[in-house]
């Protein structure tokens, strides 16, 4: 049980430096296509999606999931409906919303590219949300 133990922990040191070492030194090592690639990032945490106050207070929620064209630039220029929260209200905030946001652009290597990505939009009752909703 010790050797187990023991052979785990050495396991997951040798992984993490190996990440490392590649992160540090650009190496590419954990990326078998030889490119760095990077993600879109959003660059607010400010949501424009606005729960509205009737449906809150109706208990109405539900998740939409948006497809997103985030351009070179890193704005949103197309939004496609992917699936829907089954209310039009909802669906609507979403796609609306959707477009004023603004990312930090995906990369390949040293290239800004445009890039398709999924959003999953959640309107949920919360207790934060309930506690700030009543003043």
Do not use: C
Not at 1 to 19: H, I, P
Not at 63 to 84: F, K, N, P, W
């Amino acid at each position: 049980m010790r050797r187990l133990l023991f052979f785990g922990l050495a396991l997951a040191v040798v992984a993490v430096g190996y990440a490392a070492a590649s992160e540090r030194f650009s190496l590419g090592l954990l990326n078998p296509f030889g490119e760095r690639q990077r993600l879109p990032a959003l660059r607010s945490q400010e949501m424009p999606f606005r729960y509205p106050v009737r449906l809150w207070r109706d208990g109405v929620e539900g998740e939409v999931l948006l497809r997103v064209h985030i351009t070179e630039a890193g704005a949103v220029d197309s939004v496609q409906l992917e699936r829907s929260s089954g209310h039009a209200q909802l669906d609507s905030i979403a796609l609306r919303g959707a477009t004023q946001l603004l990312y930090h652009p995906a990369a390949e290597g040293d290239e800004v590219v445009a890039v398709w990505a999924m959003l999953p939009v959640q309107f949920k009752r919360s207790s934060v949300t309930a506690s700030t909703e009543g003043r």
